[in-house]
T-cell receptor
Framework: AQSVTQLDSQVPVFEEAPVELRCNYSSSVSVYLFWYVQYPNQGLQLLLKYLSGSTLVKGINGFEAEFNKSQTSFHLRKPSVHISDTAEYFC???????????FGDGTTLTVKP | DGGITQSPKYLFRKEGQNVTLSCEQNLNHDAMYWYRQDPGQGLRLIYYSQIVNDFQKGDIAEGYSVSREKKESFPLTVTSAQKNPTAFYLCASSNYNEQFFGPGTRLTVL
């Protein structure tokens, strides 16, 4: 069994400030890790993914995440946010053996002017 | 353009009626998935298929049915047995490294 916990349901931040969205996971097998973004009434769009290799992963729109195996975390960061980053963000783990993913409950990022 | 299409975008049905949501992909992916999303919650897996003519139940399969007769298509039927079907439904396909999502169908049961 696997699970994903997004530690903050809502994160308000001012424009041009840094932000971190936290994600912890548990799994008994090796997994792939993902962050997705969802704008209102739309599907999910991939921000970045960790499959193997370097633990620091860079994605689109200036986002990056660091895989920490000992702490089973995959936190998402951006050094300077923009109004357009306001959206829902989902962390997910993919079990390659079972062929399915588990998603966190999401974090609502609100960027204020 | 390659991608996933879901239709319709909005769907209204009367209580007790079955309804089928369409999902088509032209990405040549083997695996396809159906998720349900409720306000304030993450995505919950309904059904998934890793190959044509085969599919597995996800975490909340009760009241739903699927078929996978073609690689490109994975329709979802919401039956009258589903107690609370009003939700946002997302279809995805996968090349096993990442999932690609459709735009979603918002189903409202009146």
């Amino acid at each position: 069994a696997q699970s994903v916990t997004q530690l903050d349901s809502q994160v308000p931040v001012f424009e041009e400030a840094p932000v971190e969205l936290r994600c912890n996971y548990s799994s008994s097998v090796s997994v792939y890790l993902f962050w997705y973004v969802q704008y209102p009434n739309q599907g999910l769009q991939l921000l970045l993914k960790y499959l193997s290799g370097s633990t620091l992963v860079k994605g689109i729109n200036g986002f990056e995440a660091e895989f920490n195996k000992s702490q089973t975390s995959f936190h998402l960061r951006k050094p300077s946010v923009h109004i357009s980053d306001t959206a829902e963000y989902f962390c997910a783990v993919h079990n390659t053996n079972a062929g399915k993913s588990t998603f966190g409950d999401g974090t609502t990022l609100t960027v204020k002017p | 353009d390659g991608g996933i299409t879901q239709s319709p975008k909005y769907l209204f049905r009367k209580e007790g009626q079955n309804v089928t949501l369409s999902c088509e992909q032209n990405l040549n992916h083997d695996a396809m998935y159906w998720y349900r999303q409720d306000p304030g919650q993450g995505l919950r897996l309904i059904y998934y298929s890793q190959i044509v003519n085969d599919f597995q139940k996800g975490d909340i399969a009760e009241g739903y049915s699927v078929s996978r007769e073609k690689k490109e298509s994975f329709p979802l039927t919401v039956t009258s047995a589903q107690k609370n079907p009003t939700a946002f439904y997302l279809c995805a396909s996968s090349n096993y490294n990442e999932q690609f999502f459709g735009p979603g169908t918002r189903l409202t049961v009146l």
